[in-house]
């Protein structure tokens, strides 16, 4: 624990000029940290989760000497996205052209312009549910990350895609990235966020990701977790709807050793519907555990979750997903499914579905299954000729096939095909 | 084409096939009756090499090959094809992916070329009009929202698609309305020639009678009690199995 407390008063020092107010709510997050400390097993919604490793780390913060030299080929580009590269929490400018209304700022421009997403005070109102230690830490020394800001009726033809990558570094370090994707009323657009590790040496990256959609408005927002087998990926997500807007989310995750991703999903106007889709593809001794809380505050509005996870190996799983229907809301329809397939005795899930119905109105769905291969199925593969390794191949693509369902974008899909395949060959073995 | 010599067999140490007896040669088609639980779904899965089904002793040999010890997908490999009792669901499996996936697995092990897209859809439209089956069923997922009947068909659009050797109809006249029963009897009948064999597991005589079998067998408890021409099954269809019992 005590390497936190030396990288933030080097922080402190090395950001004097920054703005008092700024450095104010630093420091105050700063303290909220430390006077809890990580998560233990002891703590409701994070007993299967252990963050010893990160108590026991020596994790550096990012600085000047991790700036590397980008790449001639970025990797996890997508073709025909517009391209923000950070390389080891550093944003390296020029490498793409943004279309027209929209507008990138970075950490503190960003702050100074838009207080209102920083302040403790607004943040503990709307999402009193969804702060916690690793919130405040990132609020403490948040030192990268970007915010795009679409404006009004605007329609984006191409997806804007983030890459955040860690590579190249010399010795253990952190990051505390901190994202604001913003799309104004009646505008349309594609995020990508998308973490990629590319280095055998262990990192600690601790993501927030503040989403926030206008009035009929309509994203779609894929988050692709690659990190390094030997890193340790924490985020929070939060997500707000205005009237009348649509979200889709595609949210795969296929690395780290230790990955824990609490997700808040609110309402907070009529007429908005969201579909979160999640899937975690996880071997040896990786283990995910995703928390997701979906408000619903208004009226007239539906989401839908399913969060599959695949688990072969000492791998273990957790997902933890909660729909609140506040009092007085009228006409909510909610689903939340999670389906797990589990390739071998020593993986584990645990998964907890949750309700929490203050309303009458309420139209709502949940369950959790968790299985192996049905044999059944592999036979009548292997009946036809085809061979085990492709037999597997098939029932585990065809598993997870409804994931992808929410990306419009081909190129997107892809990449994303892509990756879970490769995936699955690995972990299959 | 097809040898089993006094063969036992079981499902996870259970025995259930009690020397069992059979030959079937190139061009035959040969039919097994008997009561529910009397094995004729074991001897089928033993054949085509299920998990958890167990040759304790005796022989199945293919065209001279000893089939013990074979992986299931070698034996398809082969020429050795079973039409499933009760076809499996299998979610999010593109049925034409599959087939495909299949066809070229079968090519590949003969050294042959692999078929493309736009070739296997030309192939397919030609095998679902054998079989009378829409082509919406084409971009399901395997067997998903198929009705009973439309199970059996796709099962036999495969067996006509992969063309084997031997194929094993397991009940697949279960199920069928008049029309449709009809409609597989000649896809099989004109799928016939004199390299194929086929064992048709059936409750129902009226599936043999568009089916022209060349024998006739009964099985009880395990065993073949008693084979002969059609004539067979028209006296089991009156009689029932109890007058063939020991
Ligand atoms: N996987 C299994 N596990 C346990 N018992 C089994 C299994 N498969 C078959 N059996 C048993 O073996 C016996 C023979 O079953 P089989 O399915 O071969 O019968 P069948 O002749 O095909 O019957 P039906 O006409 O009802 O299809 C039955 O008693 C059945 O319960
Ligand atoms: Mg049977």
């Known amino acids: ?15 004097k000029d920054e703005n008092d107010t700024l450095i104010k709510l630093r420091k105050k997050s700063f303290e909220n940290f430390m006077e809890t400390g990580l998560p233990t097993s002891k703590w409701e919604d994070w007993q299967f989760t252990n963050f010893s490793s990160l ?18 080929i970025v990797p996890g580009q997508i073709p025909h996205s517009h391209l923000l590269l950070i390389i080891n929490g550093h944003y390296q400018p020029g490498l793409s052209k943004l279309p027209k209304n929209v507008t990138i700022s970075s950490g503190a421009d960003h702050y100074f312009s838009h207080p209102e997403f920083y302040s403790h005070k607004n943040m503990e109102s709307k999402w009193s549910k969804g702060l916690n230690p690793f ?63 590319s280095t055998s040496i262990g990192y600690f990256n601790n993501c927030v990701t503040l989403v926030e959609l206008g009035q009929n408005s309509f994203m779609d927002h894929i988050r692709i977790q690659e990190e390094t087998s030997g890193s340790h990926h924490v985020a929070n997500s939060f ?21 824990r991703h609490n997700i808040n999903l609110k309402f907070c106007d009529a007429n908005s519907s969201a579909n979160y889709n999640a899937l975690s593809l996880v071997d040896n001794e990786q283990h995910h555990d995703q928390r997701i809380i979906v408000e619903h505050s208004s009226d007239s509005c539906q989401s839908n979750q399913l969060f599959k996870y695949i688990l072969s190996d000492e791998s273990s799983g957790v997902f933890n997903g909660k729909v609140i229907v506040e009092e007085h809301t009228r006409q909510t329809d909610a689903n939340q499914s999670n389906k797990n397939l589990v390739l071998s005795p020593s993986a584990l899930m645990n998964a907890n579905p949750q309700l929490e119905i203050y309303a009458e109105d309420v139209k709502c769905s949940h369950g959790s299954t968790t299985g192996q291969i049905d044999p059944e199925a592999l036979f009548y593969l292997k009946s036809r000729g085809l061979s085990h390794k492709k037999s597997m191949e098939l029932i585990m693509n065809g598993f997870i096939s409804d994931i992808s369902e929410l990306v419009n974008d081909k190129h997107i899909s892809e990449y994303l095909n892509k990756i879970a395949s490769q995936q699955l060959q690995k972990i299959m073995k | 084409m ?47 090499g299920r998990d958890d089904y167990d040759i304790i002793s005796g022989k199945i040999e293919f065209n001279g090959i000893d089939l013990n010890e074979m992986a299931p ?31 070229n697995a079968q090519l590949k092990h003969f050294g042959k070329k692999e078929i493309n897209a736009a070739d296997f859809m030309r192939l397919i439209r ?42 094993i109809l397991d009940e ?52 073949i009690v008693k084979s002969g021409d059609i004539s067979l099954a028209q006296e089991v269809e009156k009689k029932g199995y109890s007058w063939l019992e020991s």
């Open chain 1, 1 to 15: 624990m005590k390497y936190f407390r030396d990288e933030f008063d080097s922080f402190l020092d090395l950001n």
């Open chain 1, 55 to 72: 108590n026991a780390g020596d994790f550096r913060l990012s600085s000047a000497n991790d700036v590397i030299k980008p790449p001639g």
């Open chain 1, 135 to 197: 919130y405040s830490l990132n609020t403490s020394m948040m030192n990268s990350g970007i915010c795009v800001q679409v404006e009004e009726n605007t329609v984006l033809s191409n997806p804007i895609q983030i890459i955040y990558l860690t590579t190249a570094i010399q010795n253990e370090i952190m990051n505390h990235p901190r994202f604001v994707f913003e799309l104004g009323n009646n505008s349309k657009a594609t995020f990508v966020e998308h973490y990629i590790g």
């Open chain 1, 239 to 259: 997500y707000g709807l205005s009237q009348g807007s649509t979200l889709n989310v595609n949210n795969t995750s296929i690395g780290s050793s230790l990955y």
């Open chain 2, 2 to 48: 097809l040898e089993i010599k006094n063969l036992h067999a079981g499902v996870k140490g259970k025995a259930i096939l009690n020397g069992l007896n059979l030959k079937v040669n190139p061009g035959e088609l040969h039919a097994i009756m008997g009561r529910n639980g009397s094995g004729k779904s074991t001897l089928a899965n033993i054949i085509t």
């Open chain 2, 73 to 103: 997908e070698d034996r398809a490999l082969e020429g050795i094809f079973m039409s499933f009792q009760y076809p499996v669901v299998i979610p999010g499996v593109n049925n034409t992916y599959f087939l495909r996936a299949a066809l």
């Open chain 2, 126 to 167: 030609e095998k679902l009009k054998l079989v009378n089956m829409d082509e919406k069923y084409l971009s399901r997922a395997v067997n998903d929202g198929f009705s009973g009947g439309e199970k059996k068909r796709n099962e036999i659009l495969q067996m006509l698609t992969l063309e084997p050797k031997l194929s």
């Open chain 2, 172 to 223: 697949t006249d279960s199920g069928l309305d008049i029309d449709a029963l009809k409609i597989v009897a000649k896809g099989v009948n004109d799928f016939r020639d004199s390299t194929r064999s086929f064992i048709a597991i059936t409750h129902y005589q009226r599936l043999l009678e568009y089916m022209e079998p060349d024998f006739i067998h009964i099985l009880i408890d395990g065993k």
